[in-house]
């Protein structure tokens, strides 16, 4: 038995020898010398900048496409120009001013879908991403993760019920997510949330107006958080395009052009006749050209010479088919003295 022992503690002696010649290094100390773990200085803490915890007004667009002219921060910024100019009332629907809230539905509470709506818009202007909301407030860590308490929750369940909104609602929540801030993007919930309310507003787009779908469809893309695919959008886009040859008013086309220049890509994939395109450049050169300012004009030709090369590659079997909107193109350079 001690001998047992004795080999127990021969076999404990180089341990004990080695903690013998690192304890005085171990210890904390502010000196240099410091071999095993970490300085044990006390370190300054860096204060706190002013970007801690800020709200991200707009998410940087990523695009990269071949054509600056189709960047979403260009466009923005164009819209921000056309907004103060003489024909700004022509575009007043896209003001990021939030819209008055939805009135609570007492005679059919519908799982309460209008209240969790009203909750959550609320939450993420005034505090943050429901997952964030949730940390502030407690409740993740206090336990109470149930369906009806945190805001993720109701988040998802909103989802779930868009079904039960009306087309009018659908399109105050659109309206509504316009002021959102960016960061909104970031959040797994908020994401699930927009791509139910995309599903349902493209089911049931086909019954409401064009100019509604348009305005809609330019709201969607104008949201800060940079959504990159939209079902809603590409519903309307193929919508409006099989009706651009038919009588129109100038807002209405101008707002058509400028949603094929947010979304060049769903555009890109268009299949329009050239003949269609002819009608509308007829109507841009000769009928609106006074109705339009230096802006609009520029944008306009822009949007509608991709849909003119897309015709032309589908249509290289014709003869005599210009490259280009011609007519439009000479009215501008002998107008404004530049070239295109």
């Given at each position: 038995?001690?001998?047992?022992?004795?080999?127990?503690?021969?076999?404990?002696?180089?341990?004990?020898?080695?903690?013998?010649?690192?304890?005085?290094?171990?210890?904390?100390?502010?000196?240099?010398?410091?071999?095993?773990?970490?300085?044990?200085?006390?370190?300054?803490?860096?204060?706190?900048?002013?970007?801690?915890?800020?709200?991200?007004?707009?998410?940087?667009?990523?695009?990269?496409?071949?054509?600056?002219?189709?960047?979403?921060?260009?466009?923005?910024?164009?819209?921000?120009?056309?907004?103060?100019?003489?024909?700004?009332?022509?575009?007043?629907?896209?003001?990021?001013?939030?819209?008055?809230?939805?009135?609570?539905?007492?005679?059919?509470?519908?799982?309460?879908?209008?209240?969790?709506?009203?909750?959550?818009?609320?939450?993420?202007?005034?505090?943050?991403?429901?997952?964030?909301?949730?940390?502030?407030?407690?409740?993740?860590?206090?336990?109470?993760?149930?369906?009806?308490?945190?805001?993720?929750?109701?988040?998802?369940?909103?989802?779930?019920?868009?079904?039960?909104?009306?087309?009018?609602?659908?399109?105050?929540?659109?309206?509504?997510?316009?002021?959102?801030?960016?960061?909104?993007?970031?959040?797994?919930?908020l994401a699930t949330l927009v791509r139910s309310l995309d599903h349902e507003c493209a089911t049931r787009c086909a019954s409401w107006s064009l100019a509604d779908n348009i305005d809609l469809a330019l709201i969607w893309a104008r949201f800060a958080f940079r959504p990159e695919v939209s079902q809603f959008a590409s519903k309307v886009i193929q919508m409006t395009s099989a009706e651009i040859d038919k009588p129109s008013s100038v807002d209405h086309l101008l707002a058509y052009l400028l949603l094929i220049s947010y979304w060049?890509?769903?555009?890109?994939?268009?299949?329009?006749?050239?003949?269609?395109?002819?009608?509308?450049?007829?109507?841009?050169?000769?009928?609106?050209?006074?109705?339009?300012?230096?802006?609009?004009?520029?944008?306009?030709?822009?949007?509608?010479?991709?849909?003119?090369?897309?015709?032309?590659?589908?249509?290289?079997?014709?003869?005599?088919?210009?490259?280009?909107?011609?007519?439009?193109?000479?009215?501008?350079?002998?107008?404004?003295?530049?070239?295109?």
């Amino acid at each position: 038995m001690f001998s047992i022992v004795s080999r127990q503690r021969v076999c404990h002696l180089p341990v004990i020898r080695i903690f013998r010649d690192v304890r005085s290094e171990l210890l904390f100390s502010t000196s240099s010398r410091v071999r095993v773990g970490g300085s044990g200085r006390f370190r300054k803490m860096k204060p706190v900048t002013n970007a801690f915890l800020s709200r991200s007004p707009v998410k940087k667009s990523k695009e990269t496409g071949s054509n600056p002219s189709f960047d979403r921060d260009y466009l923005d910024k164009t819209v921000d120009t056309l907004l103060q100019g003489e024909r700004r009332n022509r575009y007043r629907f896209l003001h990021k001013i939030p819209p008055p809230a939805l009135e609570p539905d007492r005679n059919h509470s519908r799982d309460n879908v209008i209240e969790d709506w009203i909750h959550i818009h609320e939450t993420v202007i005034n505090l943050g991403v429901p997952e964030w909301a949730d940390v502030i407030g407690g409740q993740m860590f206090a336990g109470n993760n149930l369906r009806s308490t945190t805001t993720s929750c109701l988040t998802l369940r909103l989802a779930d019920n868009l079904v039960m909104m009306r087309d009018e609602e659908l399109r105050h929540m659109v309206h509504a997510i316009k002021v959102w801030p960016g960061d909104a993007g970031e959040s797994e919930t908020l994401a699930t949330l927009v791509r139910s309310l995309d599903h349902e507003c493209a089911t049931r787009c086909a019954s409401w107006s064009l100019a509604d779908n348009i305005d809609l469809a330019l709201i969607w893309a104008r949201f800060a958080f940079r959504p990159e695919v939209s079902q809603f959008a590409s519903k309307v886009i193929q919508m409006t395009s099989a009706e651009i040859d038919k009588p129109s008013s100038v807002d209405h086309l101008l707002a058509y052009l400028l949603l094929i220049s947010y979304w060049s890509d769903i555009a890109s994939l268009l299949r329009l006749d050239i003949a269609s395109l002819k009608v509308v450049e007829d109507k841009l050169s000769v009928e609106f050209w006074d109705k339009m300012d230096q802006t609009e004009v520029a944008m306009v030709y822009t949007a509608l010479n991709l849909l003119w090369q897309k015709a032309v590659t589908h249509s290289a079997a014709e003869e005599n088919i210009p490259t280009s909107p011609l007519r439009l193109k000479e009215k501008i350079q002998n107008t404004y003295g530049f070239r295109l």
